[in-house]
């Protein structure tokens, strides 16, 4: 596919360096968000203020004073509420590091092998070429001077009752936003599960991806389910898009 002097074409093993320091630092952008996030969650203020419930009745018992006195109040009151603090923001930085990490492991780590790609050109060693054996696929976006603009894999779950695919690993570089990378990079992953049969494409992503939420809508798919995360203090939003009512995919690709 070719729009606006970008391409889209399968993952070749040249590309795997690049691919993987955009997906290592883009996945941790919402991690400040989450941190505001959980800031505002009401679990982690119930546990403040049993803390400071504790901190004050343990004061009451140590200084045998009833009220304790002030200064120890706000010492240890500062130290917990510095403790619960350093905590939240350790589990909001966390979150999104250790899926990353879990990811190179996982799919990321093995992309010709996980996403079923079949070489077709191993005459160069360093850049072998690939292309998708059946439903998945991993799709890579050139822009006009080759370089890497973004990339999405486009996974199946044969065990589900309808045909469905799940749209992942949705990274655009931060010097390509807001042209319509992603835009392009989903219509040809749409285009590639409708030569497939493929029926829903089902994807996630979390409630503070507020741009990611922002494109999904836009291109047609609806929230389906959440799934709170006891760990991480935050909604999983599980989207569908069905292709039956799926947005056109431009002639011209
Ligand atoms: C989310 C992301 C993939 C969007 O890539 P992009 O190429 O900039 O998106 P596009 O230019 O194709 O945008 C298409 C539409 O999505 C919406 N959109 C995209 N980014 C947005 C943002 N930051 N804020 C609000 N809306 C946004 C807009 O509706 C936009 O259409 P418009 O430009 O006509 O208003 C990119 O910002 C990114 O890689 N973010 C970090 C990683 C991430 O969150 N990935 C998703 C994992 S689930």
Redesign the pocket.
């Known amino acids: 596919m070719a729009n606006k002097g970008l391409r889209v074409r399968s993952f070749q093993s040249g590309d795997y360096d690049i691919i993987k320091k955009y997906f290592s630092s883009?996945?941790l952008?919402?991690a400040p968000s989450a941190f505001l996030h959980v800031l505002n969650h009401p679990i982690p203020w119930t546990i403040w203020g049993t803390g400071v419930a504790f901190v004050a009745g343990g004061l009451t018992l140590f200084t045998k004073q009833h009220p304790p006195p002030t200064k120890y109040i706000v010492a240890a009151t500062s130290i917990w509420s510095a403790a619960v603090v350093t905590w939240l923001h350790r589990i909001s930085m966390g979150a999104y590091y250790n899926y990353t990490q879990w990811s190179l492991t996982q799919d990321m780590g093995h992309i010709p092998e996980y996403y079923q790609l079949e070489p077709i050109d191993e005459s160069n060693k360093n850049n072998i070429i690939y292309a998708p054996k059946g439903e998945k696929n991993f799709f890579v976006c050139e822009d006009s001077t080759g370089a890497i603009?973004?990339f999405v894999a486009l996974d199946y779950h044969p065990e589900r009752p309808k045909r469905t695919g799940e749209l992942r690993?949705?990274?655009?570089?931060?010097t390509?936003?807001?042209?319509?990378?992603?835009?392009?990079?989903?219509q040809a992953l749409i285009k590639h599960a409708k030569k497939n049969d493929l029926q829903v494409i089902e994807?996630?992503?979390?409630d503070v991806?507020?741009?990611?939420k922002?494109?999904?809508?836009?291109?047609g798919w609806k929230e389906h389910h959440r799934v709170f995360d006891e760990i991480y203090f935050i909604d999983v939003i599980k989207y569908e898009l069905n292709l039956e009512n799926a947005m056109q995919v431009s002639p011209a690709s």
Do not use: D
């Open positions: 883009c996945l952008e919402p603009a973004g690993r949705m990274i655009v570089s931060p390509h936003r807001r042209r319509g990378v992603a835009e392009f990079l989903i994807l996630g992503t979390s991806q507020y741009g990611a922002k494109l999904y809508q836009k291109l």
